[in-house]
């Protein structure tokens, strides 16, 4: 059987995370994750949406942390500020977050590329900013990181840290205040980072099958430690893919995003029904 | 109690804004006030500095049509669909002007509207600290707590001259209702100095009597109450309508260049004398199918007293 | 989604209250948690500090019963019906033994219950500057804020051991859903590190499906869940009973004195095994007027999906 | 006509009420004037309650700042925070507070009567707290005062300032940053009393018909002014009178309160229905 590196990473992430937890989910790879884990082995898990959406059942594929299907059938409609207040005051266990460039020690920037010879208010390239990742990154007890391997996102030196992850090493989230536990895991379309709990850097623990060590240490600027154990990811289950698949079938996440390009009004509208119409089958 | 402030979206956007007026905007994808962005942009209100947490085309047309000096936020882009090309060129490039950029967390920008709200000078946050963003932010004050010693992050009240805030249901001295998630909105509508509700529906206030509960933002608030059927298109409004993914796409399309944007403002922004003239380019069939993919899913539920 | 987390209130105090924790309730005589207090005293939870706004009975009683070494509030009195007489003849008298005691204003007692919500160790407030107030509690801290120099009161959060907070509905897992006045709950189910919650009706999680804008407490501040009708009794609960003022009278009548006090506690709290035999002694067709003389003037809405 | 002084201090305090403020309401006679308010002269001001309940219309008279009738077909029914924050961020035009003991600055005590020897841990008299009276003597656009004019509730200096009046004199509200107006109007059982805009000294501006000037001299420690144009309290109408006895039948506030000392349960109920029947037709 093939999988795609998204449903892998779907699967990976989902495997992370456990049964009763409180789950502060990003749209895409970490909802599907979301929704897969908790049809498999975490059925007590609870998804939690940034702008007040606490515990939906949809049957629509949320397209942001904040539209209406954030809220459907949910088990709590509130504020932005309060769910964020109860991830300051320590109420989620974990966090799935993304980012443009990450460090070693798991630091993340999504404010800006600054670039040589430009500054902050007139960088080379603006990215959106931190929204709520820096709140989850400062406050969630466990928190995963998804994003791309590529050249110039895994780098020796951030342009601007948005949010934390061990900062410049071991002590420096206590020193800062910061309560909630730091980066777990970072889950790449290639391989698994972990982090050392002694020196707080982050090290290849597990492959995708295929994946060689070189082209992971290739496409990361530091010296990337290995695992002494190193890993194969275990692929995902065919009962994982009918899922994810079920939940996404205009491929949203899981396809390809030229597949949506040119999509007319009316295709549109046929195709989000379906999506609804499948979901529905699930619930 | 039958104050009336039922007026039109012109007359609101003409007698309460000002050039140079810092503004804010409430929703976050569902319930952006997209149409209040349309008529700023009509009425060509300049030099605004905008206080948002995350947001999406309000803020995008804005800044592309170049009415904005600063931007106070936590995220602004364009959801999963794509960048956030208006402010990426502003910033980056300049074009059609630069912007100054003051970057907080969602967190932080919530904390600012509870301040603004309660009528304190400041609120402290635990987050920020470790990170970057009050090394380019001055206005974050980094201080021990007084009781346990604890670093916290203060952040000054936002107090915004002027708010947006789109609701599904309002009646008519203002007293809004709005379902689904809530965003920063009940804090805004708060700490604003003059604020503009726009609605999906004017109500009797007899119906906001039947669940008082629901009631987020009181009449005390409110300077003007605007009824205004899709004010939040092509984004989304729980119970309403769901989002016009491809309006977006073509938008989004469009804003690869200023060029393209300006004309796609020309065309769906300055074309029009009245919003239902905008809607009837719609077309009643497509705005009846987002109506019916979001209905199908979730309707505000009935409430019968007994 | 099915953690269950039901018990009974006996086994919920036995469980989660120690001797010389922080005890803080909900409601402000609407919903005031009177059989937790009832349950508290036939424990004897002792040296217990108190946090609360404005409290009637819920505070009366654990004062008279001699459970509590420090109270820090807004306001202990029994609303217009009398003065505050367990109160009272502890802090003059000391009797059954002297409280010590720590005044704040109804605002900075919710300012206190919202920092520790939010996980911050203070807030800020305007009130209380000009009184005698912050001269006689050391935890007020008087500052000129940063930004604009205006004089503050900064208050400690609160961060009770645990919390009783009794309401209309909850489910299972212990989303609870509050109708009529809120007074500080929401945040005190967020401050406290235990929660019990208490309701009239323990209702399914399809219900609260239904109005999730309605949830004000989720399920993850939850520790224990207890169905318990006429919790508040005399007091009232929005939608479900009316106050029982001639109860009121007479216990307050027999609060005069110490002993006309302990001889109340003697029949009315000690000689049961189970709230269903206190709701006996009181007598169905006296319940059932209570119910009716708040049903015939409010009841909760239904709420009908489409 | 015969009135009562709770007739005539409920008919003055209502007038002080304009149309279209949002008046932040005790129970007792602030209530009775603020629904005596709303069917005459007032129809758009707004009642206010503490704990939550904005605009309500009750049938019933409510006993507290928080039971079921204070949101009874409410327009709004939320936080106790959140209401007292609205009056910190200067939403509420009127608030009408009382007190046990007053100065002639309008400073009110509603601690302890500390008394010689004793200490706020162990006063002579623990009286209740401010709740929520600080916070709108501080911040209420307008301040009305209502209570009883007896001998030692008029004193030379409070022996606990509970909720700020004009402090030690003129100055000193914006000194401590106070935003409110300070007090306004002292409505008492035999005179009113305002304050001197220059000296913010308490002063006698109106006396009910058959007091003397002298008679509430002896009951004010202070060496009480007397305004240069005092007046006679405008007794109340019969329109007035007619309405303050439907929403008040059972004389919780207009009678006395002996006749409700021995009431059994079924007397109780009786009445209750009658008071919520006889306010339904005021409706």
Known sequence: MNYTTQEFMVSACSRLIKDNECVFIGVGIPLLAGVVASKIHAPNSVLIYEAGGIGAISRRLPWSISDNATTDNALVATELWRVLGDVQRGYIDVAVIGGAQIDKFGNLNTTAIIGAGKTYQRPTTRLPGSGGANDLASSAKRVLIVMRLEKRKFVEKLDYITSPGYIAGPGDREKAGLRGGGPETVITNKCIFRFDPLTKEMYLDELFPGVTVDEVKAAVEWDLKVGSNLKQVEPPTEGEVEIMHRIDPLGVVLGSKSKQENQSFEEYYKIMKECYESMALLI | ?306
Chains 1, 4 share one sequence.
């Open chain 2, 1 to 306: 109690m039958s104050v009336n402030k039922v007026t039109t979206l012109a007359e609101a956007v003409q007698g309460l804004v000002n050039d140079h007026d810092t503004v804010a905007l409430g929703g976050i994808l569902s319930r952006e006030p997209v149409a209040c962005s349309y008529e700023l942009i009509r009425q060509n209100k300049k030099e605004l500095t905008l206080i948002v947490d995350s947001h999406d085309e309000s803020v995008e047309l804005l800044i592309g049509a170049g009415l904005v000096k600063k931007v106070e936020s936590a995220y602004v882009w364009v959801g999963v669909i794509g960048s956030g090309l208006n402010f990426r060129r502003a910033v980056e490039k300049g074009l059609p002007k630069h912007i100054e950029v003051e970057d907080y967390t969602n967190l932080a920008i919530g904390m600012r509207f509870l301040a603004g709200a309660l009528g304190v000078p400041f609120l402290p946050v635990m987050s920020m600290s470790g990170s970057d963003i009050p090394k380019y932010n001055d206005k974050i004050i980094s201080m021990a707590d007084p009781y346990k010693g604890q670093p916290v992050n203060l952040v000054p009240a936002a107090e915004p001259d002027v708010a947006f805030i789109h609701v599904q249901r309002a009646d008519k001295m203002g007293n809004a209702q709005i379902w689904g998630m809530l965003a920063n909105d009940v804090n805004i509508a708060r700490a604003a100095k003059k604020l503009i509700i726009t609605c999906e529906e004017i109500i009797p206030t007899s119906e906001i009597r039947k669940i008082p509960n629901m009631t987020q933002i009181p009449h005390y608030c409110v300077d003007a109450v605007v009824e205004l059927p899709f004010g939040a298109h092509p984004l989304g409004v729980a119970g309403y309508y769901w989002l016009d993914t491809p309006f977006r796409r073509d938008w989004l399309k469009a804003s690869k260049t200023q060029e393209g944007f300006d004309a796609w403002v020309e065309e769906w922004v300055l074309s029009w004398d009245k919003f239902e003239e905008y809607l009837q380019k719609l077309g009643s069939d497509r705005l009846a199918k987002l109506r019916k993919l979001e209905r199908d899913n979730y309707q505000i539920p009935r409430i019968e007293n007994y």
